[in-house]
């Protein structure tokens, strides 16, 4: 299993631009979530998903979008990059189960480093 | 609000001396409480689920204890490649809050040989 896969790994923006990161999982886990790290401030939740199809805002959302149109794969969009957007993206799964049952143990990517000028 | 504070920001020990990371937290009825390892450059990886006060788990010089309030990350004579950044998180029971799981700001540690 390749776990969680993350592309691209740096990626740099003028503002203004727009572009999407990209996370696959192969482990068939119902959840998956966006972080972003920002020194000093730990991991902050941008937006989540339970399901195919199911996405709710996490503690910091504006000016990102999500999709889940597949249990596999969860693109984090950004409409139009602004260089409060500089930051490492962390995109993790975890297996959730019927009715939110089972451990919460989240498996992470690699991370893309953004930088947005 | 679902909220964590780790303490300290931090920490630099000495080959084999013994310490304690805090992670407090306020929630709205805890699901599980959490422990990652972030190396630099990588994402966290899972360590430890713990779920209700009393519960203790261990994995090699590494013990993690939950009370009503807080948990705590103990390291028993560390080693250098025990360095790392470590991260504590939630999740709430119920409701919308039990789908979000919130991280603290980590503790750094450093261990000199």
């Known amino acids: 299993n390749a776990g969680v896969t993350q592309t691209p790994k740096f990626q740099v923006l003028k503002t203004g631009q727009s572009m999407t990161l990209q996370c696959a999982q192969d482990?068939?886990?119902?959840?998956m979530s966006w972080y972003r790290q920002d020194p000093g401030m730990g991991l902050r939740l941008i937006h989540y998903?339970?399901?195919?199809?199911?996405?709710d805002q996490g503690e910091v959302p504006n000016g990102y979008n999500v999709s889940r149109s597949t249990t596999e794969d969860f693109p984090l969009r950004l409409l139009s990059a602004a260089p409060s957007q500089t930051s490492v993206y962390f995109c993790?799964?975890?297996?959730?189960?019927?009715?939110?049952?089972?451990?919460?143990?989240?498996?992470f990517g690699p991370g893309t480093r953004l930088t947005v000028t | 609000e679902d909220q964590v504070t780790q303490s300290p920001e931090a920490l630099r020990l000495q080959e084999g001396e013994s310490s304690s990371l805090n992670c407090s937290y306020t929630?709205?009825?805890?699901?599980?409480l959490f422990w990652y390892r972030q190396d630099p450059g990588k994402g966290p990886e899972f360590l430890f689920t713990?779920?209700?006060a009393g519960e203790e788990k261990e994995k090699e010089r590494l013990k993690a204890t939950l009370t009503k309030k807080e948990s705590f990350l103990h390291i028993t004579a560390p080693k250098p490649e025990d360095s790392a950044t470590y991260l504590c998180?939630?999740?709430?029971?119920?409701?919308?809050?039990?789908?979000?799981?919130?991280f603290g700001s980590g503790t750094r540690l450093s261990i000199r040989p």
């Open positions: 713990l779920y209700s």
């Open positions: 998903s339970v399901g195919a199809g199911i996405t």
């Open positions: 993790a799964s975890s297996y959730w189960g019927l009715a939110g049952g089972g451990d919460r143990e989240q498996y």
């Open positions: 482990m068939n886990h119902e959840y």
């Open positions: 998180a939630v999740q709430a029971r119920g409701g919308r809050s039990a789908s979000k799981i919130i």
């Open positions: 929630v709205s009825g805890l699901r599980g």
